[in-house]
């Protein structure tokens, strides 16, 4: 069971997140926490100011966050602020210490590397396990002896098959029939046992991980929404929440910007066939979505997600007619800047391939401009519609075209996998062509 920081905003969340264990004890249930709601934001705030050289602003917000830490602990647990439990104590007390000592050197050198920005930015997850596994009376398991990764700081890839063998040897035995453990998600340590992060929003990926080398029986992922809704509830408000996904639909949408899972979250699951539900934690028995093999929604589209800012880059040239490797050659500068291309597509004398942000394009550019007449189109976004028959079911395309009437589609791609279908356009219509779409596809 994933808890996000919602879920573990304050005492009151924390309570609702104990008993909910406890209530689905049964079969043993390893808890995985994020920090608390807005920390992570915090301590990358923290970071930045120390490196702008604002020191006194940096252990400001390190104060903050020890004293939330310190209140909501001390209301949980029914005790002073200065009788905390050694844990909890010594936990708040390493994170003052070791944090403070982050922060100072990055406003010294006016520089945070990537592995002390991620001692940074992992430690709320420290934080909030230790004070619910205290309250729980629970065994808290520190996820850097589990979540074995490379040393890629700050979006490290996880080594699965470390982390199934460390999974068994110190995980399983403390997540038996009727057994609850805490433990952290986002948070991992490479091979040299220093801490690393799995990215903004990992705590879902560091579940699904878990919950693969562990066998589970379900992935419960606990946000504050019921489900995966046909859209951003923040872009669409009368979104509505999706009984059933299947695992490619809910990897689709998750790559395409729901942010409601991080985009890796499923794919521990598929290897398995583990079932992966999304469930609002202030609605326990209400509503929620179940991913699964057998889950696929048979719907044209399922649900609509969006991404950006994008960079849609488009290569022109005449000698790409009936030429070969015109197509290689261009792509091979994507892959010397290191630069992932997203959408694809293409005619026969131009090829237009986007990009996430910005970074990188401008000396991309530069590079392609020898193969032909390039055109950067900047601040645009991704809308993408998502579901099992969309490519089988005649006029999804033509209907979606047709809702969107004014608002400038500046490129098409229909998904290889048939269950995808992606418009690029001005990132400030980005809401307006959700809007309108749905209103087309499910009002
Ligand atoms: P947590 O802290 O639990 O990980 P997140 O904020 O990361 O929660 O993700 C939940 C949020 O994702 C929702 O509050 C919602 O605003 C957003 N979201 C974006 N797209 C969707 C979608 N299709 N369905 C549900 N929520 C979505
Ligand atoms: N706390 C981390 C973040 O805010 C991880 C997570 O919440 O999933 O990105
Ligand atoms: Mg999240």
């Not at 693969?212 to 929440?241: K, Y």
Request: glycine content about 10%; proline content about 4%.
């Amino acid at each position: 069971m994933k808890f996000g920081g919602t879920s573990v905003a304050d005492a009151g969340r924390l309570r609702a997140v104990a008993s909910l264990a406890k209530a689905r004890a049964g079969s043993g249930v390893l808890l995985v926490l994020s920090a608390f709601s807005k920390v992570t934001d915090g301590l990358f705030a923290a970071g930045r100011a120390a490196v702008g050289g604002d020191e006194a602003e940096a252990l400001s917000l390190l104060q903050k966050m020890i004293e939330r830490h310190r209140a909501v602990a001390s209301e949980l647990l029914g005790v002073g602020r200065a009788e905390l439990p050694e844990a909890v104590e010594s936990a708040i007390a390493a994170a003052e210490a070791d944090l403070g000592a982050v922060l100072k050197g990055a406003a010294l050198l006016r520089a945070l590397p990537e592995r002390s920005l991620d001692i940074l930015a992992g430690r709320g997850e420290l934080l909030s396990t230790a004070i619910l596994a205290a309250f729980m009376g629970a065994p808290w398991i520190d996820a850097r002896e589990v979540m074995r990764t490379d040393s890629r700081f700050g979006s490290a890839k996880p080594l699965t098959g470390e982390i199934r063998e460390l999974a068994s040897k110190r995980m399983l035995p403390l997540v038996g029939p009727g057994m609850i453990a805490v433990t952290q998600g986002y948070i991992g340590a490479d091979t040299s046992g220093a801490p690393t992060t799995l990215g903004r929003g990992g705590s879902d990926y560091s579940a699904s991980l878990f919950g693969a080398a562990l066998g589970a029986s379900e992935i419960q992922i606990w946000t504050d929404v019921e489900g995966i809704l046909t859209c951003d509830p923040r872009v669409v408000p009368t979104a509505r929440p999706v009984e059933l996904l299947g695992y490619d639909e809910a990897a689709e949408l998750a790559a395409f910007g729901a942010k409601v899972l991080h985009p890796a979250t499923i794919l521990p699951a598929i290897e398995l066939g583990i079932p992966v539900t999304v469930r609002n934690s202030m609605v326990p028995d209400g509503r929620f979505t179940t991913i699964s093999r057998e889950s696929a929604s048979g719907q044209p589209v399922t649900a609509l997600a969006s991404r950006g800012p994008v960079t849609v880059i488009t290569v022109r040239t005449p000698r790409m007619l009936g030429g070969a490797g015109f197509l290689a050659n261009i792509f091979e500068a994507f892959g010397r800047r290191g630069v992932s291309v997203d959408l694809v597509s293409t005619s026969e004398v131009s090829v237009s391939a986007t990009v996430d942000g910005n970074d990188g394009v401008d000396e991309l550019a530069a590079d392609l401009a020898e193969l032909g007449d390039v055109r950067i189109m900047r601040d645009r976004a991704v809308v993408a519609l998502v579901g099992e028959r969309l490519l089988k079911t005649p006029g999804v395309p033509a209907k979606a075209l047709g809702a969107l009437s004014d608002i400038n589609v500046e490129m098409i791609s229909l998904g290889a996998n048939e269950i995808n279908l992606s418009l690029v356009v001005e990132r400030g219509q980005a809401a307006e062509a959700q809007r309108r779409l749905h209103a087309a596809f499910f009002e």
